[in-house]
């Protein structure tokens, strides 16, 4: 449910850490473009990473606060006994449930 929500970042849910996208960029030399072109799409392509890097950012508190409604009670009572949790929690980090 959270990757079909929240795409890459619900990949928290299944690995415990952030999923970091990397920058894959295919060889578009070879497919014919010379080097202006090959710079803008690259730059492009960038553009895209870091458009889905601030979507996960953005959506962090959201997925927080869904992992907290699926969580029992005790299990809430004891993440808040962890050092740092009222700073996590004001920041609504998943990462750290």
Request: proline residues 5%.
């Amino acid at each position: 449910m959270a990757i079909k929500e929240y795409g890459n970042l619900g990949k928290l849910i299944e690995l415990e850490k952030y999923y970091v996208p990397k920058l894959e960029l295919p060889d578009y030399a070879a497919m014919g473009m010379d080097s202006s072109q090959v710079k803008v799409m690259q730059r492009e392509a960038i553009k895209g990473l870091a458009k889905e890097i601030d979507k996960m950012r953005a959506d962090r508190p959201r997925l927080y606060g869904l992992i907290r409604q699926h969580m029992s009670v005790e299990s809430r009572d004891e993440v808040a006994q962890q050092p740092d949790y009222a700073d996590w929690h004001v920041e609504k980090d998943p990462e750290k449930l």
